[in-house]
């Protein structure tokens, strides 16, 4: 199993390539009930699943490269019952950070933005393999 040492190693070398420029662009997003998008979609009808949560930023190509970098960080750390939470809270705080800043989204403050939950959610898996 990844250990929490591996984890934040690979999340601090991910810092390092966003705040020196060097991210990637992915296709976007769509997994674990989150979609990355730069347009709104128009509103459906509910069904018979749970909404997906969407994150809508002018940088859908750069953060969905950040989430999969993230997938491959915590690889083993996420399972069939906790992706939602892991995904849905990174998304959340992308969505946080996109409205706070209206029309002047900055890739890297964003992708950093998330960098800094993801941080927050290796301290909350070692305190959970603790108890």
């Given at each position: 199993?990844?250990?929490?040492?591996?984890?934040?190693?690979?999340?601090?070398?991910?810092?390092?390539k966003v705040v020196n420029g060097d991210h990637g662009n992915a296709d976007t997003w769509q997994g674990a009930r989150v979609v990355i998008?730069?347009?709104?979609?128009?509103?459906?009808?509910?069904?018979?699943?749970?909404?997906?949560?969407?994150?809508?930023?002018?940088?859908?190509?750069?953060?969905?490269?950040?989430?999969?970098?993230?997938?491959?960080?915590?690889?083993?750390?996420?399972?069939?019952?906790?992706?939602?939470?892991?995904?849905?809270?990174?998304?959340?705080?992308?969505?946080?950070?996109?409205?706070?800043?209206?029309?002047?989204?900055?890739?890297?403050?964003?992708?950093?933005?998330?960098?800094?939950?993801?941080?927050?959610?290796?301290?909350?898996?070692?305190?959970?393999?603790?108890?």
């Amino acid at each position: 199993m990844t250990s929490r040492g591996d984890i934040e190693l690979r999340l601090e070398r991910l810092r390092t390539k966003v705040v020196n420029g060097d991210h990637g662009n992915a296709d976007t997003w769509q997994g674990a009930r989150v979609v990355i998008t730069s347009e709104m979609p128009p509103e459906e009808e509910p069904g018979f699943y749970p909404d997906p949560l969407i994150v809508r930023t002018d940088f859908p190509g750069e953060l969905s490269w950040l989430f999969l970098e993230l997938m491959a960080a915590f690889d083993d750390w996420i399972d069939y019952e906790n992706k939602f939470y892991f995904y849905g809270t990174l998304g959340e705080s992308a969505i946080l950070f996109c409205d706070r800043l209206d029309a002047q989204e900055n890739v890297t403050e964003l992708l950093v933005c998330v960098l800094d939950r993801a941080d927050e959610l290796v301290v909350e898996g070692a305190s959970d393999e603790a108890r």
